[in-house]
């Protein structure tokens, strides 16, 4: 079955630089998109990066162009958020997902808390 792990998420200050990973099995990984999203209490989830599948088109929100990047390796199936100059309106669980005919699967999140 498609599982999605996530990891990496971790108290930072404002300023800082994080990764996030996430590690994906059960599913032909290569060809399909991956996004992240994220989540704070209250609020639908947010669509904060994306990728196609051989990795050559990235897409952003733009409360996060320019600090933000998203890659993937395929031959380890896994997929990377690199978080630059974090802001306290960065706090958020962060959600790997990827969408399989027919189903919307994601990961059980990571929480990045940004603060001083």
């Known amino acids: 079955q498609v599982q999605l792990v996530e990891s990496g998420g971790r108290l930072v200050q404002p300023g800082e630089s994080l990764r996030l990973s996430c590690a994906a099995s059960g599913f032909a990984f290569k060809f399909y998109h991956m996004r992240w999203y994220r989540q704070t209490p209250g609020n639908e989830r947010e669509l904060v990066a994306s990728i196609t599948p051989t990795g050559g088109n990235t897409d952003y929100g733009d409360s996060v162009k320019g600090r933000f990047t998203i890659s993937r390796d395929n031959s380890k199936q896994m997929v990377f958020l690199q978080m630059t100059n974090l802001k306290p309106e960065d706090t958020a669980v962060y959600y790997c997902?990827?969408?399989?005919?027919?189903?919307?699967?994601w990961g059980q999140g990571t929480q990045v808390t940004v603060s001083s």
């Open positions: 997902n990827t969408v399989v005919p027919l189903d919307d699967y």
